[in-house]
């Protein structure tokens, strides 16, 4: 089970950065049509749940986020600076349901209300989030990418080929679903260790879904929004 960022790396952030306080580094560019001018705009301010010391934690206050904006007249397009353990459009963060979907997958005594009581959400989220996980991506894929990087980064046999949350799905798509999640937190893991460099956070599903964002503003929604986001 992943742990989410230092309680001392979360409470510098929020004590440095916010109204009054201090600001995160400019960017030199936009990153939609590399504009050199971006200018500050303001704030947001989210509630959040992630994964402290191996533990949910909700911080009683609104964490603050700095808002940007592109000076070229042509784009001015704006965004939000996002601390490296925030992913856009979330109160309940990856590393929650990352731990969360790796309890219930792998206790044979698990379920899905008793996950819930012990991460602080619904039974309804982590049987969602266990779903998600499922069709996030092909196991196959995240392997062959791990043995690209370390010849024996990357080893298929190593995906479970059960998992006891099997025999507890009510039919056998949704038991082929729950083993592909935990194919692919697995295959996740495996990439994340098979990295040149070891990566600065932890958890492996975060760090993949942070990595998609940053890379190709590709983002994972556990539920498709009502309307679309700008």
């Known amino acids: ?8 790396e979360f409470k510098t952030y929020c004590a440095e950065i916010g109204p009054g306080r201090g600001r995160p580094a400019r960017p030199v560019q936009c990153p939609i049509c590399d504009g050199d001018r971006v200018w500050f ?4 301010r989210v509630l959040i749940t992630l994964m402290l010391d191996g533990q949910p934690h ?12 592109c000076a070229r007249r042509a784009c ?3 965004w939000t600076l996002r601390p490296a353990w925030l992913y856009p459009h979330r109160s309940l963060e990856p590393d929650l349901a990352e731990a969360a979907a790796l309890t219930y997958l792998l206790d044979a005594q698990a379920t899905y209300t008793s996950v819930a009581a012990a991460f602080g959400c619904s039974w309804v989220t982590v049987w969602r989030w266990v779903g998600w996980i499922g069709v996030l991506v092909t196991p196959a894929a995240l392997v062959a ?23 507890r799905a009510r039919s056998a798509a ?20 098979a990295q040149p460099e ?8 975060r760090w ?3 990595t998609e964002f940053l890379a190709f503003r590709r983002i994972a929604w556990l539920t498709r929004p009502a309307a679309p986001r700008r």
């Open 208 to 210: 993949w879904l942070v």
């Open 1 to 8: 089970m992943s742990i989410a960022p230092t309680w001392s």
């Open 76 to 78: 001015r397009r704006g």
């Open 174 to 193: 949704r038991a082929r679903l729950v083993l592909q999640a935990a194919q692919v937190l697995v295959a996740l893991a495996l990439l994340h260790r």
């Open 198 to 205: 070891p990566p600065a956070d932890p958890s492996p599903l």
């Open 41 to 44: 705009n303001g704030w947001r």
């Open 145 to 167: 990418r791990a043995a690209r990087l370390q010849a024996r980064g990357g080893d298929p046999a190593m995906l479970p080929r059960a998992v006891a949350a099997s025999a």
């Open 58 to 69: 909700r911080p009683g206050e609104w964490v603050a986020l700095q808002r940007v904006r």
